[in-house]
């Protein structure tokens, strides 16, 4: 596999830091640096908006369900998955693989990880705290977002994968299609 696409692997991992940047900017646009330290250095945690999680939604996740959505999110938003991984781990992967592969594209999602800090369950739907953070450092704590049951497995709702690409500025037409980003009923 080429070092470009291992990279890609961590693109999800890219959304956070670029968001983070994003959100800083004064022309609200995605700026690309070189450096590996957050473009941002507000210690304000940045949340996705409208994001309906609660902590009263939902009832506390078992330990097996949240081992596995704390491993579909590390998956998905850690630097050292493959893309395959990334993508597996995210509802609906397929439709967000040339997405991925951008984000991957970037030095800044060489060190990024999530960790999974809640998980509260409703039938095939959990609400997720998560936080996102880059050498060791949280750029993005106590996010809000949402992991659905898809046969059987648990994965990051691509609701909240376009959450953080909307908050970035490029989210792709994937996440204009509600047959792609709804959640289970």
């Given at each position: 596999m080429s070092?470009?696409?291992?990279?890609?692997?961590?693109?999800?991992?890219?959304?956070?830091?670029?968001?983070?940047?994003?959100?800083?900017?004064?022309?609200?646009?995605?700026?690309?640096?070189?450096?590996?330290?957050?473009?941002?250095?507000s210690s304000t945690p940045v949340t996705t908006p409208s994001s309906p999680v609660s902590s009263a939604s939902g009832t506390p996740a078992d330990p097996a369900t949240r081992k596995a959505v704390a491993d579909a999110y590390a998956a998905f938003f850690g630097y050292k998955s493959t893309l395959a991984q990334s993508q597996a781990a995210l509802q609906h992967g397929a439709s967000f693989h040339q997405t991925l592969v951008e984000q991957g594209k970037s030095s800044l999602a060489d060190k990024s990880t999530a960790t999974v800090n809640s998980v509260r369950v409703a039938g095939d739907i959990a609400y997720v705290?998560?936080?996102?953070?880059?050498?060791?450092?949280?750029?993005?704590?106590?996010?809000?977002?949402y992991a659905v049951r898809e046969n059987g497995t648990w994965k990051v709702a691509a609701k909240t994968f376009c959450a953080l690409l909307t908050l970035q500025g490029s989210a792709p037409a994937a996440c204009s299609d509600p047959s792609i980003t709804a959640l289970p009923h």
């Open positions: 070092e470009s696409l291992r990279r890609a692997a961590g693109g999800a991992a890219l959304v956070a830091t670029l968001l983070v940047a994003g959100c800083s900017s004064s022309g609200g646009g995605v700026h690309k640096s070189s450096s590996s330290t957050p473009a941002s250095s705290a998560f936080t996102i953070s880059e050498n060791g450092q949280p750029l993005l704590a106590n996010t809000p977002g």
